[in-house]
């Protein structure tokens, strides 16, 4: 694309117009990646300190029952503990914060894992992760604040709406799938 541009540039004579929109967008991006670093700190810190004051053990007594359903073979608590500090974090629409969150899950469920290959419950996590429910849209709608929007929220029950059909198309297909490989085995 940068090359597109520098030829359509040097082809329309806007290379000046390209010259500044390649120096604001990189001062932009850095801005906005330190203002998104900030949001990431912030919530690993919270992570940190809810993990030792026994809230990530509480929330995931609470997301028990959600759990057992979508991973019922798992018996680890260390990694339901990160599953569900993950999917809390993506409820509230902290991505950024679900992200370590979710490499720390992954990570758990692959020592638990006999086998180099994705087990059912990495491949599960990760489509449930991918689609990430959203109660509240918190980055997305920092960053529309951020540029100028006028109703930063107004995207809630869109992206509430997109984000659980992704989730329950994705749990589905991944049954579905299984089925199918287990089946082809037989």
């Not at 670093?37 to 053990?57: D, R, Y």
């Not at 990694?79 to 993950?86: C, G, Q, R, S």
């Amino acid at each position: 694309m940068a090359v597109f541009s520098f030829f359509c540039a040097i082809a329309t004579g806007n290379m000046g117009n390209l010259s500044t929109a390649i120096i604001n967008g990189g001062s932009g991006a850095i801005s906005l990646g330190i203002k998104l670093l900030g949001i990431v700190c912030m919530w690993n810190g919270f992570v940190s300190v809810a993990q030792k004051s026994g809230l990530t053990q509480r929330l995931c007594r609470l997301l028990a029952p959600l759990l057992k359903v979508l991973f019922p073979k798992l018996k680890d608590k260390e990694a339901k503990e990160y599953i569900a500090m993950n999917m809390t974090a993506n409820l509230l629409g902290l991505d950024n914060a679900a992200t370590p969150l979710g490499l720390k899950a992954m990570h758990r469920l692959q020592s638990l894992n006999p086998t180099d290959s994705a087990s059912d419950d990495m491949i599960r996590f990760v489509v449930i992760n991918t689609a990430s429910l959203h109660l509240v849209p918190t980055t997305i709608a920092m960053l529309r604040s951020e540029y100028g929007s006028t109703a930063p929220t107004e995207i809630l029950f869109p992206a509430l709406l997109t984000s659980a059909c992704s989730i329950a198309v994705g749990i589905c297909m991944t049954a579905i799938l299984r089925r199918l490989t287990n089946d082809k085995g037989k």
